[in-house]
């Protein structure tokens, strides 16, 4: 057991021998037992919870179960035998239902690139299988439609680049303001629920301001690219310096963008 997830099912029968760092607690039944019974049963979220509940921390990060804390609990103990019987079921059970979950995420998988093939077919060649190509005359771009033209975004569109994280005001026109970073944004959604807060200035909120039909786009990071139109009101949320506003100062649309 992984003393600081244990209340996450960090935990499981070994199917190895060795040694562990002292994150974890090993254990052994003093009695006649079916550990994989134990397995499955602590795994559960009745279990889950309790062990949250009894884990010593300020915390999430911190929380650890202690061996007096996890002794301490009441746990149901069938016969052994019926332990055996309940494993024995959980574990050719749970090899179907992991088989059908694999075959479905490889469709799923399919259907992604599929997808991806449309819009790129899309954005790249338009609706007319059939027009004349050329060459862009960019190596990586290679054929376009005869009459699409190349040119840089910043002339098609205003880019901005959120403000660098701040921990206090720096003056007494300061506001304590929500704002989008990396983990908000990505291609399926925009996660409007879990923002944090710093202070801006006068003129940093009206350079920051983000408004409704804005392209928000990841800038650095393991997201980077990430991607999503701003399609509901948003009221004084800026952007962190993870994070471009892309606006279209022509008639291109921050929609074909994304």
């Known amino acids: 057991m992984n003393i600081m997830l244990a209340w996450k099912r960090a935990m499981g029968v070994?199917?190895?021998?060795?040694?562990?760092?002292?994150?974890?607690?090993i254990y052994r039944g003093k009695q006649n037992m079916c550990a994989k019974?134990?397995?499955?049963?602590?795994?559960?979220?009745?279990?889950?919870?309790?062990f949250k509940q009894y884990s010593t921390g300020i915390?999430?990060?911190?929380?650890?179960?202690?061996?007096?804390?996890?002794?301490?609990?009441?746990?149901?103990?069938?016969?052994?035998?019926?332990?055996?019987?309940?494993?024995?079921?959980?574990?050719?059970?749970?090899?179907?239902?992991?088989?059908?979950?694999?075959?479905?995420?490889e469709v799923i998988e399919k259907l992604k690139a599929y997808k991806l093939s449309v819009i790129t077919e899309a954005v790249t060649k338009g609706l007319n299988p059939n027009v004349p190509m050329?060459?862009?005359?960019?190596?990586?771009?290679?054929?376009?439609?005869?009459?699409?033209?190349?040119t840089c975004a910043r002339h098609l569109y205003e880019i901005v680049l959120?403000?660098?994280?701040?921990?206090?005001?720096?003056?007494?026109?300061?506001?304590?303001?929500?704002?989008?970073?990396?983990?908000?944004?990505?291609?399926s959604d925009i996660d409007y629920t879990n923002l944090k807060t710093m202070w801006f200035s006068k003129e940093e909120r009206r350079n920051y301001l983000v408004n409704t039909g804005d392209l928000l786009v990841v800038e650095g990071g393991a997201g980077a690219g990430g991607a999503h139109i701003?399609?509901?009101?948003?009221?004084?949320?800026?952007?962190?310096?993870?994070?471009?506003?892309?606006?279209?100062?022509?008639?291109?649309?921050?929609?074909?963008?994304?």
């Not at 070994?14 to 607690?25: F, L, M, Q, R």
């Not at 019974?37 to 309790?50: E, G, K, Q």
């Not at 960019?138 to 009459?147: D, S, Y």
């Not at 701003?230 to 994070?243: A, D, F, G, L, P």
């Open 14 to 25: 070994s199917e190895y021998t060795g040694i562990v760092s002292p994150a974890y607690c």
């Open 37 to 50: 019974y134990f397995h499955y049963l602590f795994r559960t979220d009745m279990y889950a919870n309790l």
């Open 59 to 105: 915390i999430d990060s911190r929380l650890r179960l202690y061996p007096d804390k996890f002794f301490a609990l009441k746990c149901q103990v069938p016969p052994v035998d019926k332990q055996h019987r309940i494993a024995d079921y959980l574990d050719r059970k749970c090899s179907q239902i992991d088989a059908i979950i694999a075959r479905q995420q």
């Open 134 to 150: 050329k060459h862009s005359g960019v190596e990586w771009i290679g054929q376009i439609p005869q009459f699409t033209t190349v």
């Open 162 to 187: 959120g403000k660098m994280l701040s921990s206090t005001p720096k003056s007494e026109e300061d506001t304590l303001e929500s704002y989008f970073c990396a983990a908000n944004i990505h291609f």
């Open 230 to 258: 701003v399609e509901k009101s948003v009221e004084n949320c800026y952007i962190q310096n993870s994070i471009m506003i892309a606006r279209s100062i022509s008639s291109a649309s921050n929609k074909w963008l994304y």
